[in-house]
């Protein structure tokens, strides 16, 4: 088929060399444009979409609005078949979603219609919930609302948000590699209308560590927002991300530090960093920590 690729992070890059891989026409890829980022945030960072579509010799383009008509033009003459998107991170209008033959197909990393909208990894940790999946839906004009065609499952248990993207952005690339080799053997399926939740964007401030929270949601918590943005605590005036944790037993007033070993009380029992990072520093154990940055008994977090 000739393909119009969409994506952005490293979640849509997986979906983009599978395509390849299996002999279609990429055609052109459209990411986001190059912002503002590196050590000092001020180096204009490149996607990785758009870092890995030009090691390919794929055109890419980096379109600031696709409401533009002239936009829209250049799109339509593509003459693709399909587009695929895979976190792209714009809205589709509706000339878009209608230029390809088959539409817009989109690779979610969620069981729609759970989890809606732009962070459905982090917010199903979060939740607690016990399984999720990704879905190859058909875009239409409604936030991520469109029939699905293929959906695959997985088991969330200990993993971390990084983890899991991972292993979902893998398992996408699978499933819409077997739709597009047999299109009509994945009819588009309407979602439910019962169950529907919104993944809202992560915001920055919730990435610090409440502890007044049972000790299973603070665990939740860091693994949510592992790798990135970090659950943090703060401490001397000092920002310390927990990129890791376990549940352990102890109690004592919420965000007290219980022990020697960085034994944290929550409001329901406690927790124990495995792995931290500090400022401008690699991830380390907490032994490895405490030798260089002292966190006494008592201390509150």
């Not at 001020?42 to 696709?66: D, H, K």
């Not at 996408?172 to 053997?185: N, Q, S, T, W, Y």
């Not at 919730?206 to 000790?215: N, P, Q, T």
Request: proline share 7%; hydrophobic share 45%.
């Amino acid at each position: 088929m000739r393909i119009i690729f969409m994506g952005t992070p490293a979640f849509a890059v997986p979906t983009l060399e599978a395509l390849v891989a299996d002999g279609h026409a990429l055609v052109a890829a459209y990411s986001q444009p190059p912002r503002p980022g590196g050590r000092r945030g001020r180096e204009l960072v490149t996607s990785p979409v758009q870092v890995r579509a030009e090691q390919l010799n794929i055109p890419v383009a980096t379109p600031v609005t696709l409401r533009d008509g002239a936009e829209q033009a250049a799109f339509a003459a593509h003459d693709a078949d399909v587009a695929v998107v895979a976190a792209y991170g714009l809205i589709l209008p509706k000339q878009v979603l209608a230029a390809p033959r088959l539409g817009c197909l989109n690779v979610h990393g969620s069981l729609l219609p759970r989890w809606r909208g732009a962070a459905p990894v982090q917010r199903a940790i979060l939740a607690g919930d016990a399984e999720t999946g990704v879905g190859i839906m058909q875009m239409e004009a409604g936030l991520d609302t469109g029939p699905v065609r293929l959906e695959g499952r997985t088991r969330i248990d200990t993993k971390n948000a990084g983890q899991l993207t991972d292993e979902l952005a893998n398992m996408g690339a699978e499933l819409m590699v077997r739709v597009l080799r047999d299109p009509a053997a994945y009819p588009p399926r309407a979602q439910p209308s019962e169950g529907i939740t919104y993944a809202e964007k992560i915001r920055k401030e919730e990435a610090r560590i409440d502890f007044g929270a049972d000790a299973a949601q603070v665990v939740r918590q860091i693994a949510a927002f592992c790798p990135v943005p970090g659950a943090f605590v703060e401490h001397a005036g000092e920002r310390v991300k927990v990129l890791e944790a376990e549940m352990v037993a102890g109690a004592g007033p919420a965000g007290t530090v219980i022990d020697e070993a960085l034994t944290i009380a929550c409001g329901s029992g406690a927790i124990r960093p495995v792995r931290v990072q500090r400022a401008g520093r690699g991830a380390m154990s907490v032994a490895e920590l405490l030798r260089g940055f002292a966190i006494p008994v008592g201390t509150r977090l």
